[in-house]
């Protein structure tokens, strides 16, 4: 009998799990690339959230992030693959970035790379990459893991609450005036994302302050979906005071009871283009 090759299981950085999970499942960050006045950062390696709302604040200018290229996996890949190792590789979803295409090519190129399209963002990608790591533990091989993963995206939810459109219209996915109307009048509104591709579409718009929008919107999203895996959920930030995290924490334990509630914060792909103040909740469904 063969003996079962050992898997290294990695993710692009947008995946925003939080160290205690990181460590659990042995996962390798891959970050992104944030260019900001002419600087290249890594993602959340030197660069925050913060950063980037104040750059914005002073100088009205927001980064563009960039796709990690075929070569910069390759040379993230290969010593894990020389070393004997299957790998097991999860993307933002291919909607987002070109990193998913990029990383392919690079599987390609080396073999023993498995690489899954999360269809999703921030810890929507990140339920992705803990179903791995379970996987892995149970002893799984990387082919049959792989393919369970992809076989199960759009079984992972995301959603968020925006408090703000200022940082959206600058980056040139809304107009200024839907921006305008919706700070006008106080609206808040609710982004889906497909998982079938990673995309954003506007959902519920909410009216009033935060903390209100808040527990409508944990209500609302626990009820669409009568089937909801209760193991793990993420509350998942863009930088927002600790009161509002602690009441989206209550309202879900009031609604529903899970296993296990992580609240994280999203790295800066996921933050510049949704400005300050934004939470969302994300799960999966069985």
């Not at 799990?17 to 944030?34: G, S, T």
């Not at 010593?79 to 590789?89: K, L, T």
Request: glycine share 6%; hydrophobic share 35%.
């Amino acid at each position: 009998m063969s003996e079962k090759k050992k898997i290294i299981l990695s993710a692009d950085s947008t995946c925003d799990l939080d160290e205690e999970l990181k460590e659990r499942y042995h996962v390798n960050y891959f970050p992104l690339h944030i260019n900001l006045n002419g600087r290249d950062y890594l993602d959340n390696v030197d660069i925050t959230p913060e950063q980037v709302y104040q750059e914005y604040y002073d100088h009205k200018v927001l980064p563009k992030t960039s796709a990690v290229n075929v070569q910069e996996y390759i040379d993230h890949f290969r010593p894990w693959v020389e070393d004997g190792y299957e790998v097991i590789h999860v993307n933002l979803g291919h909607a987002l970035s070109s990193s998913y295409q990029n990383c392919c090519l690079a599987a390609q190129e080396l073999g023993h790379v498995h690489v899954v399209d999360s269809c999703n963002l921030s810890t929507g990608t990140g339920l992705t990459v803990v179903a791995a790591g379970k996987m892995i533990e149970e002893g799984m091989d990387a082919e049959t893991i792989a393919g369970k993963l992809r076989a199960s995206t759009s079984k992972r939810h995301a959603s968020f609450v925006l408090d703000t459109l200022t940082f959206l219209h600058a980056g040139g996915r809304c107009s200024a005036v839907a921006a305008l109307g919706a700070n006008i009048l106080k609206l808040k509104p609710s982004i889906q994302v497909d998982n079938h591709d990673g995309s954003m579409s506007v959902g519920k718009k909410y009216r009033g302050a935060l903390d209100k929008v808040l527990v409508k919107y944990v209500k609302d999203e626990l009820a669409r979906h009568p089937d909801i895996n209760t193991d793990l959920l993420f509350i998942t930030h863009s930088g927002i005071p600790q009161e509002y995290i602690d009441l989206v924490r209550k309202t879900v334990e009031d609604t529903m009871a899970f296993k296990e509630i992580h609240v994280t914060k999203a790295s800066c792909t996921i933050s510049c283009h949704c400005g300050p103040n934004t939470l969302g909740i994300l799960f999966e469904t069985k």
